[in-house]
Nanobody
Framework: QVQLVESGGGLVQAGGSLSLSCVASGRTFSSYAMGWFRQAPGKEREFVAAISWRGRSTYYAQSVKGRFTISRDNAKNTVYLQMNSLKPDDTAVYYC??????????????WGQGTQVTVSS
């Protein structure tokens, strides 16, 4: 069992940056790939980024490539999402998830509660 708690969301102006963190409980964190997803109001949840269990492979949605960076520190049971050059379209609740390295929600077994990111224009 893995429990995930996100933090770092908030309100930022367009062009600004935010760094999200997701801390996992449980001793098996390092065996899971980790992903970030987001859900904007009135929209379905979508894939943002994923990282392999060792951190050697990363994948990004086209919409965030070059602006967002996913990383992890297995010693701290934490995965990060550094978000730069934020746009109003990035406004959403951001979720971290643990599972198999993939862009599909169904591949992830554990989910956090989410953290709100709001980008003002």
């Amino acid at each position: 069992q893995v429990q995930l708690v996100e933090s770092g969301g908030g309100l930022v102006q367009a062009g600004g940056s935010l760094s999200l963190s997701c801390v996992a409980s449980g001793r098996t964190f390092s065996s899971y790939a980790m992903g970030w997803f987001r859900q904007a109001p009135g929209k379905e949840r979508e894939f943002v980024a994923a990282i392999s269990w060792r951190g050697r492979s990363t994948y990004y949605a086209q919409s965030v490539k070059g602006r967002f960076t996913i990383s992890r520190d297995n010693a701290k049971n934490t995965v990060y999402l550094q978000m730069n050059s934020l746009k109003p379209d990035d406004t959403a609740v951001y979720y971290c998830a643990a599972g198999v390295l993939a862009g599909q929600e169904a591949k992830y077994d554990y989910w956090g509660q989410g953290t709100q990111v709001t980008v003002s224009s």
